[in-house]
C-alpha cells in the first residue's frame, strides 16, 4: 500500500507539475525519494530511520546533517550510533569520514574503536577538538583543517562601527525594496528559480561548473526534515536564497548552518547578508542558539604543541591558502565571514581539524581532493595556461601601443 500511495503521489505531481521541465522534474522526483526529504517519510527504510533518529538526538556538530547526503556509506552500531564515509582509491580499507561521529559524546571513542575493526586506514575531516583529541592519542597525525565562523544568536548584534558594512547591507537591501520571507513549502514556482539562481551563481565561481562537495553536501531544492529555507524577493521573484541546516542537541534543534547562500541579483550591496540577518532575528526570538557560517578552509594554519602533526600537510594548507585561490575561492570565503567580527562578542572562530596516517601523504591528500571535487593538477594547468594567454595578451597589445606612437614621434622629429 506504502509503494502504491508513493507511485500515485508520485504521477500526481508529475500532472500537477506542468510547468516544470523534464529536467526539472526528474530533478524533483529523484531530490524526493532522498533520505532527507519530506516526501520520502512514508517510505524511508529501517536504516535510514535510525540514522535520522540518531541524527535528531546526537547531531551536534554543524555537519551532522550532512551525513545524510547522497552517496554516502555507513557504519552503523545499533547501540551506540554511526559514522558516514566515502572509499577512496588507496586501498580497501582507506575511507574519508565526514565529520565527527553520529553518537553521544562518552560513545565517540567506542564507536571509533568499532568502527576501525572494519575500516582501520581512514582519514577524518571536518572533526571537533574532542575527537581529534581522542584520534591523536591512537596515533593519528592531526592537522588544523581551518576555522569555523559561529554566531552566538542570543548575544550577536549590529552594533559598532566594525559592523557598519552588515548595516549598510541591510539598509540598502530595505530601501532597494528586498522582502525576505520565509518559505514554508518549496512548490514549483521556487524549485524553477532556486534552479535558475544556482546556476548563474555558479558561473560566477572561481570552480566554474563545479562546487566543493563532502564538506558541503550537495543542493537540495525540495523539502527536508527540519530544514529551512529563507529567500530574498525583488519585484515579486525569488532573487537569493539561504538553506539552513538543523544542529541537533538531545532531540532539540540548538541551531543552525547557512549550507547554501545563493543570489544571482547585481547589487553593491550582500543580498545573502541580509537574508541571514533577518533569519538571525527570527532564530533569536526562538531561543536558538548558535549559527555556523561554515567552515574556512586553510585559513588561520598555525598548527601549535597541542597534537602531534604533520609539518608537510601544514605547509601545504598554508600554500593553498596564499597562493592557490584558483582551485577554491578561500581568502573571499574567509573575508566574507570576518564581517560578522569573530574578534567581538556575539562570534567567534572554531578550529576545526583533520586526521590521518602519514604514509603517502600527498598521494592521500590529492584523494581527498578530489572526494572535494577539486582538481589540483588540472585546476592548476588551466590557471598557469590563462595566466600565459593573459601575458601574451598584454605584450601585444604594448607592442601595438608602441607601433601606433612610433610614427607620431618620427614625424615629430622631422
Given at each position: 500500500?506504502?509503494?502504491?500511495?508513493?507511485?500515485?503521489?508520485?504521477?500526481?505531481?508529475?500532472?500537477?507539475?506542468?510547468?516544470?521541465?523534464?529536467?526539472?522534474?526528474?530533478?524533483?522526483v529523484?531530490?524526493?525519494?532522498?533520505?532527507?526529504?519530506?516526501?520520502?517519510?512514508?517510505?524511508?527504510?529501517?536504516?535510514?530511520?535510525f540514522?535520522?533518529?540518531?541524527?535528531?538526538?546526537?547531531?551536534?556538530?554543524?555537519?551532522?546533517?550532512?551525513?545524510?547526503?547522497?552517496?554516502?556509506?555507513?557504519?552503523?552500531?545499533?547501540?551506540?550510533?554511526?559514522?558516514?564515509?566515502?572509499?577512496?582509491?588507496?586501498?580497501?580499507?582507506?575511507?574519508?569520514?565526514?565529520?565527527?561521529?553520529?553518537?553521544?559524546?562518552?560513545?565517540?571513542?567506542?564507536?571509533?574503536?568499532?568502527?576501525?575493526?572494519?575500516?582501520n586506514?581512514?582519514?577524518?575531516?571536518?572533526?571537533?577538538?574532542?575527537?581529534?583529541?581522542?584520534?591523536?592519542?591512537?596515533?593519528?597525525?592531526?592537522?588544523?583543517?581551518?576555522?569555523?565562523t559561529?554566531?552566538?544568536?542570543?548575544?550577536?548584534?549590529?552594533?559598532?562601527?566594525?559592523?557598519?558594512?552588515l548595516?549598510?547591507?541591510?539598509?540598502?537591501?530595505?530601501?532597494?525594496?528586498?522582502?525576505?520571507?520565509?518559505?514554508?513549502?518549496?512548490?514549483?514556482?521556487?524549485?524553477?528559480?532556486?534552479?535558475?539562481?544556482?546556476?548563474?551563481?555558479?558561473k560566477?565561481?572561481?570552480?566554474?561548473?563545479?562546487?566543493?562537495?563532502?564538506?558541503?553536501?550537495?543542493?537540495?531544492?525540495?523539502?527536508?526534515?527540519?530544514?529551512?529555507?529563507?529567500?530574498?524577493?525583488?519585484?515579486?521573484?525569488?532573487?537569493?536564497?539561504?538553506?539552513?541546516?538543523?544542529?541537533?542537541?538531545?532531540?532539540?534543534?540548538?541551531?543552525?548552518?547557512?549550507?547554501?547562500?545563493?543570489?544571482?541579483?547585481?547589487?553593491?550591496?550582500?543580498?545573502?547578508?541580509?537574508?541571514?540577518?533577518?533569519?538571525?532575528?527570527?532564530?533569536?526570538?526562538?531561543?536558538?542558539e548558535?549559527?555556523?557560517?561554515?567552515?574556512c578552509?586553510?585559513?588561520?594554519?598555525?598548527?601549535?604543541?597541542?597534537f602531534?602533526?604533520?609539518?608537510l600537510?601544514?605547509?601545504?594548507?598554508?600554500?593553498?591558502?596564499?597562493?592557490?585561490?584558483?582551485?577554491?575561492?578561500?581568502?573571499?570565503?574567509?573575508?566574507?565571514?570576518?564581517k560578522?567580527?569573530?574578534?567581538?562578542?556575539?562570534?567567534?572562530?572554531?578550529?576545526?581539524?583533520?586526521?590521518?596516517?602519514?604514509r603517502?601523504?600527498?598521494?592521500?591528500?590529492?584523494?581527498?581532493?578530489?572526494?572535494?571535487?577539486?582538481?589540483?593538477?588540472?585546476?592548476?594547468?588551466?590557471?598557469?595556461?590563462?595566466?600565459?594567454?593573459s601575458?601574451?595578451?598584454?605584450?601585444?597589445?604594448?607592442?601595438a601601443?608602441?607601433?601606433?606612437?612610433?610614427?607620431?614621434?618620427e614625424h615629430?622629429?622631422?
Open positions: 500500500m506504502m509503494k502504491e500511495s508513493r507511485l500515485s503521489q508520485t504521477l500526481r505531481n508529475r500532472t500537477l507539475s506542468t510547468g516544470l521541465g523534464k529536467t526539472l522534474m526528474s530533478l524533483k529523484s531530490q524526493e525519494a532522498l533520505q532527507t526529504a519530506v516526501a520520502a517519510m512514508p517510505d524511508r527504510s529501517h536504516t535510514a530511520a540514522r535520522i533518529a540518531k541524527l535528531q538526538e546526537h547531531g551536534r556538530g554543524s555537519l551532522a546533517y550532512s551525513s545524510l547526503q547522497s552517496g554516502m556509506k555507513y557504519f552503523m552500531h545499533e547501540t551506540l550510533g554511526y559514522i558516514a564515509y566515502v572509499p577512496l582509491r588507496d586501498g580497501p580499507n582507506s575511507v574519508c569520514v565526514l565529520s565527527d561521529p553520529i553518537c553521544s559524546k562518552q560513545n565517540t571513542k567506542a564507536l571509533l574503536e568499532a568502527f576501525m575493526v572494519v575500516r586506514d581512514p582519514i577524518f575531516l571536518h572533526i571537533d577538538r574532542d575527537t581529534a583529541a581522542i584520534l591523536n592519542d591512537k596515533g593519528f597525525s592531526v592537522n588544523e583543517l581551518g576555522v569555523e559561529i554566531i552566538d544568536i542570543q548575544k550577536f548584534t549590529l552594533t559598532g562601527n566594525k559592523k557598519q558594512q548595516r549598510s547591507a541591510r539598509n540598502h537591501g530595505k530601501k532597494d525594496g528586498l522582502i525576505i520571507r520565509e518559505l514554508q513549502q518549496v512548490d514549483d514556482q521556487a524549485l524553477k528559480s532556486f534552479k535558475k539562481i544556482s546556476d548563474d551563481w555558479r560566477e565561481k572561481v570552480l566554474n561548473d563545479s562546487e566543493m562537495q563532502f564538506l558541503v553536501r550537495p543542493i537540495v531544492y525540495v523539502d527536508e526534515v527540519d530544514v529551512r529555507k529563507f529567500v530574498a524577493i525583488k519585484d515579486g521573484a525569488i532573487v537569493g536564497f539561504v538553506v539552513f541546516d538543523p544542529i541537533y542537541r538531545d532531540g532539540q534543534i540548538v541551531g543552525y548552518i547557512a549550507n547554501h547562500l545563493r543570489s544571482n541579483l547585481d547589487r553593491s550591496y550582500s543580498v545573502v547578508d541580509c537574508i541571514i540577518l533577518d533569519a538571525l532575528e527570527i532564530f533569536k526570538s526562538e531561543g536558538k548558535s549559527l555556523s557560517l561554515g567552515l578552509p586553510m585559513a588561520k594554519i598555525d598548527d601549535g604543541d597541542h602531534k602533526h604533520d609539518k600537510l601544514k605547509a601545504h594548507f598554508r600554500y593553498a591558502y596564499e597562493k592557490a585561490n584558483y582551485l577554491y575561492n578561500f581568502k573571499n570565503l574567509h573575508y566574507h565571514k570576518s560578522y567580527r569573530p574578534e567581538l562578542e556575539g562570534a567567534r572562530e572554531e578550529k576545526v581539524y583533520c586526521a590521518m596516517r602519514t603517502f601523504m600527498l598521494v592521500r591528500i590529492y584523494d581527498v581532493y578530489r572526494v572535494l571535487g577539486l582538481n589540483p593538477v588540472g585546476q592548476t594547468v588551466k590557471h598557469i595556461k590563462a595566466n600565459l594567454i601575458g601574451v595578451k598584454q605584450l601585444f597589445a604594448k607592442k601601443s608602441g607601433a601606433q606612437l612610433k610614427p607620431k614621434h615629430k622629429q622631422k
